[in-house]
């Protein structure tokens, strides 16, 4: 009975010398800034809205017709942004 071996993409690449240690420090080099870059651009999609403020998405010019109340809230940040503005509070 002959044992299957399981390879990775990886190591197929290696075994026909198309992939060099020079290329996968060039791939893990890229993936180093491609995962910054996400971070990046996670970390400014998000607004956080006070109490006594309220909130509405402007999605390319619309205007949402529901609005947001105090907490976080989360948005595309290439093609939405989140106006805010102060509501008087009654007491």
């Known amino acids: 009975m002959r044992l299957k ?25 890229f993936t180093k800034i491609m995962i910054a870059i996400a971070a990046l651009l996670f970390s400014t999609s998000c607004v956080v809205i006070r109490p006594g403020e309220v909130g509405v998405k402007q999605k390319l010019g619309t205007l949402s017709k529901e609005y947001k109340t105090q907490g976080s809230v989360w948005y595309n940040p290439f093609i939405t942004r989140v106006i805010i503005t102060n509501i008087p509070i009654k007491t």
């Open 5 to 29: 071996r399981k390879f990775s993409f990886i190591t197929i690449l290696k075994r026909l010398n198309i992939l060099t240690i020079s290329k996968l420090k060039y791939i893990y080099d």
